[in-house]
């Protein structure tokens, strides 16, 4: 029989007590890497598009109201992203970011998964559906 | 008063058919097994996959190259980085670009990560069929190393996208250098004392030694991949074979073992995680400097190629066709336990249907990787048709030709 290191293993972990976390009281801390909800920042943005093409997912839209004026609402479903980071790398102008810290994401109300970047004014704009949407 | 009557013939033994699955036979994905039992002994065995079959590869024919990649990425959620590599690096010789050196390295060291991730998760579940619980809790801890150091490189535990067509996404910082390294030695003293117990502790002795022997013959003849093959002198790795990505610079040594039985099949997995650490470390070593993407256009030239890559269960193999166009014209996928799982009906037979869940999970099975559906249709009549197997033969010869 050799099960001696099993055994130690054994009685080792008897006197070590659980190892589980505490959640949500004691947080372990995100790697760096770690991928949660997507953040846009509207200065830098074309509105290319290349974000919205790439996406796996179709978590992505870019609605354009205003080329020239850089009037461009993002349109991201939380619910529907993979959190793969193609869009990260697709874009060419550093404007999207996938953040470790935001991965609380759990919810009751499927409107929250649907998040809108842009200018106040023009997200009402899209959410009245007065802009016309679709890629 | 009864007599005894030689003239009457004894009844013939009835043979007992013994269905198992499709939900969860011995492993936690569906299969159909039929076993015809004499008593507790399998005189013959029969399989029904498909189960789970996704549509995987026609959904990759309506994504783009780049998308492709991502849905790939889940045929397994064990090797999800040889999936997405094979493809990368399949879709790079269409393009005919070549990934930059330091990004080929990245790819094979997450590579290796996931097999000594993969390896610890399969000793778990084997000793776990073996009613060896403790080995298993045990394995399934340290593999969290594991683990917790491919979510620091990649950024998730599992699915990592580390690739992107034409590199990968992650480099190696000094600090990942050194937590790689800490996590792998503290994973080379624990496989250390897994060897130990595998090879000498004596109830799993007997459950292993002598089951589900398979001869060097047998294999070649089954086409077994993978450690299956190597457990039987198979000296089968495409990593050797066929070097991809990196292997070319960091050459790997082959494990095989002779016996050919499931302990050999324990002893050639955990051999092969002491080759897995070593190359990581000999990775890590020499590093190539330099970029980790290059660019590879929208639009891949047409073509057709194929990628085999050395996935911890064995030989995967992708057929990637281009039309020329933003998206695939097809991508044939073929997992390692296809290949395998032949093996499994041959073994079963002369055994105790006890040991039937070990035989299965002695190949490293993964059901839901290895069904996809083929449909033969009559290009003049578009008649759906099934195939013999001969019909099959004699259709790849005519093609090969």
């Known amino acids: ?10 009685i080792k972990a008897l006197v070590q007590g659980p190892s589980t976390q505490k959640y949500p009281f004691e947080r372990l801390k995100t790697p760096e890497r770690f991928r949660s909800k997507l953040t846009w920042d509207l200065t830098n943005c074309t509105g290319c598009g290349l974000c919205m093409k790439d996406c796996p997912a179709n978590a992505i839209e870019v609605v354009t109201l205003d080329r020239k004026a850089k009037r461009f609402v993002f349109r991201y479903r939380v619910d529907h992203c993979t959190f793969c980071g193609q869009c990260v790398e697709s874009c060419n102008k550093n404007c999207l970011e996938l953040p470790e810290d935001d991965w609380e994401l759990a919810t009751t109300n499927r409107q929250d998964f649907e998040v809108y970047y842009g200018n106040e004014a023009d997200v009402q704009i899209v959410l009245d559906g007065e802009a016309e949407t679709g890629a | 008063m009864a007599t005894h009557n030689p003239t009457q013939k004894a009844p013939e033994r009835e043979t007992f058919k013994i269905p198992i699955g499709p939900q969860h036979p011995a492993l936690k994905e569906p299969g159909h097994f039929e076993f015809a039992v004499d008593g507790e002994t399998v005189t013959d065995a029969t399989v029904r996959l498909g189960y789970v079959h996704r549509g995987i590869e026609k959904g990759v024919e309506s994504r783009t190259w780049i998308q492709g990649q991502y849905l790939v990425e889940r045929v397994c959620g064990i090797c999800s980085h040889v999936h997405a590599t094979t493809y990368c690096l399949a879709v790079e010789k269409l393009a005919g670009v070549e990934a930059p050196p330091r990004a080929q390295a990245i790819r094979s060291l997450v590579a290796e990560l996931e097999r000594i991730h993969s390896h610890m998760l399969w000793l778990g579940v084997a000793a776990h069929e073996a009613g060896f619980d403790m080995l298993f809790m045990y394995s399934w801890r340290d593999r969290e190393t594991v683990m917790n150091l ?78 299956t093959a190597r457990a039987s002198g198979v000296p089968r790795d495409i990593r050797v074979d066929a070097p991809y990505a990196a292997y070319k610079d960091f050459p790997v040594n082959v494990i095989t073992e002779t016996a050919g039985d499931l302990h050999a099949r324990f002893v050639v997995r955990v051999n092969e995680l002491f080759e897995t650490f070593r190359l990581i470390r000999a990775i890590l070593d020499h590093l190539p400097e330099g970029d980790l993407q290059t660019r590879v256009k929208r639009k891949i030239p047409a073509g057709e190629t194929i990628m085999r890559i050395e996935a911890p269960r064995g030989e995967l193999f992708y057929y990637v066709k281009s039309a020329g166009g933003e998206t695939p014209d097809r991508v044939k996928i073929r997992t390692p336990t296809l290949p395998n799982m032949a093996s499994v009906l041959e073994l079963a037979v002369g055994h105790q249907l006890a040991d039937m869940p070990m035989i299965l999970t002695g190949i490293d099975p993964c059901f839901s990787c290895n069904d996809r559906m083929i449909t033969v249709r009559d290009t003049h009549s578009n008649q759906r048709d099934v195939w013999t197997w001969d019909q099959l033969r004699k259709y790849g010869m005519n093609a090969a030709q």
């Open chain 2, 150 to 227: 491919l979510e620091g490189i990649t950024g998730n535990r599992v699915n990592y996208s580390a690739n992107i067509l034409g590199g990968v996404k992650c480099d190696i910082t000094p600090e990942q250098d050194a937590a790689i390294r800490a996590g792998v030695d503290y994973l080379e003293e624990r496989t250390r004392h897994y060897l130990d117990v595998v090879q000498n502790d004596t109830m799993f002795m007997r459950r292993t030694k002598n089951v589900g022997t398979m001869t060097r013959e047998q294999a070649e003849q089954m086409g077994v991949v993978g450690p």
């Open chain 1, 1 to 10: 029989m050799k099960l001696g290191g099993m055994w130690r293993d054994a």
